[in-house]
Nanobody
Framework: QVQLVESGGGLVQAGGSLRLSCVAS????????MGWYRQAPGKQREYVGI???????YYKDSVEGRFTVSRDNTKNTVYLEMNSLKPEDTGIYYC?????????????WGQGTQVTVSP
C-alpha cells in the first residue's frame, strides 16, 4: 500500500501561482510514476501532468508551459508548480501514483486539494 497526502491548494487570482506538494509513504518502491489530475465542478477527472521514475514528463496541452511537475525522490514527494493560473484551472487536484509489482499494476490516489482561481 502507498499513501499519498497533498497540500498547497488555495485561492489565487488569475495570473497568480501556486505550488502543490504530494508526499508518498508506505511501499514507495513499487511506484513507477507520480503526477497530478484535476476535477472541475460538474466535469470528469482529467490528467494534468506526470513524471516517470526516469524523469520524463508529460502534460495536458492546456497546461504545457504554465505547469511544471517535479519530484524529489529523497523525500518521496511530487510537486506541481502552477503559473499564469486561469479561472478554468479551478478544481480539486489529486495526486496519483502508478505502481507495478511483477506483471501487476495499479494506482493510488490522494484525497485531493482544492485550487480556486478567481477572475
Amino acid at each position: 500500500q502507498v499513501q499519498l497526502v497533498e497540500s498547497g491548494g488555495g485561492l489565487v487570482q488569475a495570473g497568480g501561482s501556486l505550488r502543490l506538494s504530494c508526499v508518498a509513504s508506505g511501499n514507495v518502491g513499487t511506484i513507477t510514476s507520480m503526477g497530478w489530475y484535476r476535477q472541475a465542478p460538474g466535469k470528469q477527472r482529467e490528467y494534468v501532468g506526470i513524471m516517470t521514475n526516469g524523469g520524463t514528463t508529460y502534460y495536458k496541452d492546456s497546461v504545457e508551459g504554465r505547469f511544471t511537475v517535479s519530484r524529489d525522490n529523497t523525500k518521496n514527494t511530487v510537486y506541481l508548480e502552477m503559473n499564469s493560473l486561469k479561472p478554468e484551472d479551478t478544481g480539486i487536484y489529486y495526486c496519483n501514483a502508478d505502481w507495478q509489482v511483477g506483471l501487476q499494476t495499479g494506482d493510488y490516489w490522494g484525497q485531493g486539494t482544492q485550487v480556486t482561481v478567481s477572475p
